[in-house]
């Protein structure tokens, strides 16, 4: 997984999976660009991979704002001269207070929809008129296990994970004439604050999960779901996007890679 010497841009990488994809990167030889809404956790990362020998900036980004997406690619631009690969993984599970709700609200629904899809369109569009002109670049978009199939719980995510995973094939198809290879990782099951979230409304709500705490949910559910009985790690996934970054997979384009420990064969 060599990328000595490739610039990467990874949006959401404050904190959780993000963070783990762009230390990962870093290892491996690369720049990154740490794009997240939230400025310290981003600072925070940024200072990481400095203190590994790399290069690395820090840049201020909402993935739902087109003038901010264009910033984030012009700064990195400036100071790095190019981009050779994106990672977009800012992601949520849905809108504020959905730990409390029953039913999934309309916000939910457009918050998703912002963030999840249209978010990981603008960042790609925003990058791809620079990876066209060089003819060489590698966009990884981070979607999940439940964009594999429908969800009781969660499915207005599942809805825009399976639209990341279908725009990663459109996306692969018109731009494979440019050298572009674009690629999906699949995360399966990871204790981010994200996870956590999913595990206090099942606390809170769901009967079967009733009265658990969150940690015992997301424990019970990797019992229950992931075949080789343990939780993925943002390294995990970290190292499947390094690999996909690299000119090792670069006949590679239009696939969703689940990073699962087996829950999900297709
Ligand atoms: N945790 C899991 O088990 C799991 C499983 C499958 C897929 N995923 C996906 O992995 C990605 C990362 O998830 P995580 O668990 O690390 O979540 P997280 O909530 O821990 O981290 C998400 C990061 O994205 C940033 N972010 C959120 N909205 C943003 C926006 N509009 N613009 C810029 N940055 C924004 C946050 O500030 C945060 O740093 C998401 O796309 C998520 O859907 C997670």
């Not at 899809?117 to 979607?143: C, D, F």
């Not at 006949?251 to 087996?262: D, K, M, Y």
Request: proline share 3%; charged share 25%.
């Amino acid at each position: 997984m060599d990328l000595t010497n490739r610039v990467a841009i990874v949006t959401g990488a404050g904190r959780g999976i993000g963070r783990g994809i762009a230390i990962v990167m870093a290892r491996n030889g690369a720049s990154v660009a740490v794009a997240d809404v939230n400025q310290d956790d981003a600072r925070g990362v940024a200072a990481e991979i400095s203190d590994m020998g790399r290069e690395s900036l820090q840049v201020r980004v909402d993935v739902t704002a087109q003038g901010e997406v264009e910033a984030m690619t012009a700064s990195v631009l400036d100071r790095f001269g190019r981009i050779d690969a994106l990672v977009n993984n800012a992601g949520i599970i849905s809108a504020p207070g959905w730990e409390e709700r029953e039913r999934h609200s309309e916000e939910d629904w457009d918050m998703l929809y912002a963030v999840n899809v249209k978010g990981v369109a603008r960042a790609t569009e925003s990058v791809l008129p620079h990876m066209r002109e060089r003819r060489y670049g590698k966009i990884v978009n981070i979607a999940s296990i439940a964009g594999r199939i429908g969800s009781t719980t969660s499915g207005p995510y599942s809805v825009s994970k399976a639209g990341v995973i279908n725009y990663t094939q459109s996306t692969a198809l018109e731009q494979a004439a440019f050298s572009i290879n674009v690629n999906a990782v699949c995360p399966g099951l990871l204790w981010t604050p994200l996870w956590r979230r999913i595990a206090v409304r099942h606390g809170a709500i769901r009967g079967e999960d009733k009265g658990l705490s969150a940690r015992e949910v997301f424990d019970k559910y990797i019992q229950e779901r992931i075949p080789m009985g343990r939780e993925q790690t943002p390294e995990d996934i970290g190292n499947a996007v390094a690999f996909l970054a690299s000119d090792a997979a670069r006949n590679i384009t239009g696939q969703a890679l689940n990073v699962s420990g087996g829950s999900h064969l297709n």
